[in-house]
């Protein structure tokens, strides 16, 4: 059995070790550099006794600093540690990071952005990541001088109907620039029209319809109209659909766009004849100048961009 004296010496032998440890930990804290530009910050105000007072939470933020500027595993990933001072004490705080404001800003101009029966990844794009081929130069110039315009007038501006062969990224184009359009809290909306037809087909004997549907196109501050032509023309497409969006964007002078396979010309052909053989001239020639009156025409040429991906 240990004597009296044996006891004694080891309690203080191992407050002796307690104390050692203490001061190497502050020594370590007081040699983390963004710990050293916190109490360089507030100096004088911060006194050395606030100091020893505030070590866990100098000790909390240097370990979780730590193991981010290591790519440790942290339990809030999206959250980083920050030193405070109130004048009385030190606190260790946690706010957003910077990536994580930023996903949630890009996030928020995502949502700005709808694209109905299309891809969510044209969502992303930008017109920085274009590829800028000798063909494309017209369109992105095009496109580019439609963000300034647009951010000037604050309303109607006279939107492109984009026009050329199979795959040469006319959709993507104008997805780029809605993108470029929600950053101002525009919102915009991107509908590939042949499905757009189907849906409200589908919808035409239910309960919810199609009206809000059709609605939310009409109201919207930037429409595209993507494929218009390639679907199965019929009156009802043309007259119950169609017209009422155009008519009210018209009217109302909302910006629209448009991509096709065919020129303006041969889209008032598509128009003229029905799936059932009518030929109906001025029905055509009526929405044809809607479309005018929305949109400038521009040719897309260059490469064929599908099939580089195959």
Not at 221 to 230: F, H, K, S, T, Y
């Amino acid at each position: 059995m240990d004597s009296l004296n044996d006891i004694m010496q080891k309690k203080l032998n191992q407050r002796e070790d307690w104390r050692e440890r203490y001061r190497k930990s502050f020594a370590e804290l007081a040699q983390y550099p963004a710990i050293q530009d916190f109490i360089a910050k507030y100096r004088p105000a911060l006194t050395d006794e606030m100091i020893k007072k505030g070590a866990s939470k100098l000790r909390e933020f240097m370990i979780e600093d730590r193991k981010r500027m290591q790519g440790d595993r942290v339990a809030s990933p999206h959250l980083q540690p920050v030193l405070q001072f109130n004048g009385r004490e030190i606190m260790c705080a946690y706010e957003k990071t910077p990536a994580y404001i930023q996903e949630e800003e890009e996030k928020k101009i995502a949502d700005r952005v709808q694209t109905l029966f299309l891809p969510e990844s044209l969502k992303k794009a930008h017109l920085s990541s274009i590829d800028i081929c000798s063909e494309r130069v017209e369109v992105v110039d095009a496109l580019t001088q439609f963000a300034e315009d647009f951010q000037k007038a604050r309303g109607f501006v006279k939107g492109i109907y984009l026009h050329g062969p199979f795959g040469r990224g006319k959709t993507y184009l104008l997805a780029c620039l809605l993108h470029e359009v929600s950053l101002s809290g525009y919102r915009s909306a991107l509908a590939h029209l042949p499905s757009l037809m189907v849906e409200c087909k589908q919808r035409m004997n239910t309960v919810e319809g199609y009206g809000a549907l059709l609605e939310n196109l009409k109201t919207v501050d930037v429409l595209v109209l993507d494929d218009i032509g390639a679907e199965m023309m019929t009156p009802w497409t043309r007259d119950e659909i169609l017209m009422p969006i155009l008519q009210y964007r018209m009217q109302e002078r909302k910006t629209t766009f448009f991509t096709s396979n065919l020129t303006m010309e041969e889209l008032k052909e598509h128009f003229r004849l029905s799936s059932r053989g009518d030929d109906e001239p001025l029905k055509a020639a009526r929405l044809m100048e809607r479309i005018q009156y929305l949109a400038r025409p521009i040719a897309l040429f260059g490469p064929n961009y599908r099939q580089a991906e195959e």
